[in-house]
């Protein structure tokens, strides 16, 4: 019964993607009680969740070029996670350079944007619609507004507050929602 249940689930791997991320973030709340370890789980949970996500976006009905874009983005999203979660646990300046100076800055961004793109054209071409097409609407118009403020302030010689990173957590809900939506709901 299981079995069948699951092979209606349009992104098994997606919906455990998003549940990586929703989890680890639960866990980092967690470690922020004990004093520290929180990003280490953060880096970890967006690595596992970007892996999933990498290899899960050929569920989606969109073109395969899309696709194949995303899962670059994806995958090389999770070696930048996995690299400053490695940091983390075992310090290195040269890999802290690395990690967080050479791919944590502008790599990363690029390709969190292009990773934005494949939701964007997810939620255009293959959203299982009702509520959680509006939801991604929603989110994916916060998350621009974010982008515009964020790059605005570094324009400006200023740095967005942190605690913006926070209006991200909506896109994974909707992720998930879109993942385990069935196919033929719309």
């Not at 050479?102 to 619609?129: H, N, P």
């Not at 982008?147 to 926070?166: C, D, F, H, N, Q």
Request: charged content about 15%.
């Amino acid at each position: 019964m299981a079995a069948v249940a699951a092979s209606r689930v349009r992104s098994p791997r997606g919906a455990l993607a998003a549940l990586a991320l929703l989890l680890g973030v639960l866990g980092a709340i967690g470690a922020l009680a004990f004093g520290q370890g929180a990003e280490t789980i953060i880096h970890a949970a967006l690595g596992v969740t970007f892996v999933l996500f990498a290899s899960c976006v050929f569920d989606f009905r969109l073109p395969v070029w899309i696709n194949l874009l995303a899962c670059a983005a994806a995958g090389g999203l999770a070696a930048i996670f996995l690299l400053q979660g490695l940091h983390d646990l075992a310090p290195s300046e040269p890999l802290r350079r690395v990690a967080f100076d050479v791919l944590g800055q502008r790599v990363e961004k690029y390709l969190g944007w292009a990773f934005l793109a494949w939701c964007v054209c997810m939620l255009a071409i293959d959203s299982v619609g009702g509520w959680a097409k509006a939801l991604g609407a929603v989110v994916l118009v916060t998350i621009l507004g974010v982008e515009i403020y964020s790059e605005t302030m570094v324009s400006l010689g200023r740095e967005a507050p942190g605690a913006l990173k926070l209006l991200y957590l909506p896109l994974f809900v909707w992720l998930l929602l879109e993942s385990i939506g069935r196919r033929g709901e719309r």
